[in-house]
Each structure stands twice: as C-alpha cells, then as structure tokens.
C-alpha cells in the first residue's frame, strides 16, 4: 500500500495541532519577545517555538515551548542558522564592527551636556 507518505504526514500535523493547542492552552497569548498580546482572530500569528529547535520535544509542561509572533519567530530562527552558519569560524572582525556601533560616548556626552 502507498498510505504510508500520506499517514505520516497527516500524522505530523496531528502532532502539530496537538502541542500548539496545549501550548495556547498553557500560556497566556503574547509573544514571548515583542508582547503583542494575540486574540482569536489574528492567533494563527502566534507560533509554538521549540525553545531547543527541536520539535519532537514536546513534555506536557511546556517547557520547550515559547509562544512567539511569526515575526520574532523568523527572527530566532534566523539568529540560530547564523550561529550555526558562523559557529565553527570566528570572526572576531564582525563583533569589532558591530561593537563599533556602539558608541559608549553618547551617555557621556548626554551627561556632560546636562552641565
Ligand atoms: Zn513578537
Ligand atoms: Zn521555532
């Protein structure tokens, strides 16, 4: 028989419906990062994020479970690939660059201008 793709899949989504009904369930409907608080009518903005990525880790308590915005949700994952994609090279040029950014002058100088 071919069912064996097709029970899988749907078997898949059973197992998605059923840890993102218990995380809306456990948790109150606000992302975890911006605190945009979600209602039903916009709740399928609102994803179960694996807080270890992985998504076969569902305990009852919700401990690998973060709410999170589709937004933020692209964001973490795209901060994880990164990690991953850099992990191994050290770029130490990078951090320098986006440190630079930083300038821990402006208080200073806000301070200064106080009197
Ligand atoms: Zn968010
Ligand atoms: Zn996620």
Redesign the pocket.
């Known amino acids: 028989m071919s069912t064996d793709k097709y029970g899988s899949s749907a078997q898949y989504k059973k197992q998605e419906a059923s840890y993102r009904d218990q995380a809306l369930k456990l948790f109150p409907w606000i ?1 975890g ?2 605190i ?1 608080e979600f209602v039903y009518s916009n709740l399928r903005e609102l994803t179960v994020h694996h807080i270890d990525h992985d998504h076969n880790n569902n305990p009852k308590d919700g401990s690998n479970w973060e709410l ?2 589709i ?2 949700h692209d964001h973490e994952h795209s901060k994880y690939l990164e990690h991953d994609r850099y992990g191994s090279e050290v770029k130490p040029q990078d951090d320098q660059h986006k440190n630079a950014t930083f300038n821990p002058f402006a208080d200073l100088k806000k301070l200064l201008d106080k009197d």
């Open positions: 992302c990062r911006c945009r999170l915005c937004y933020c």
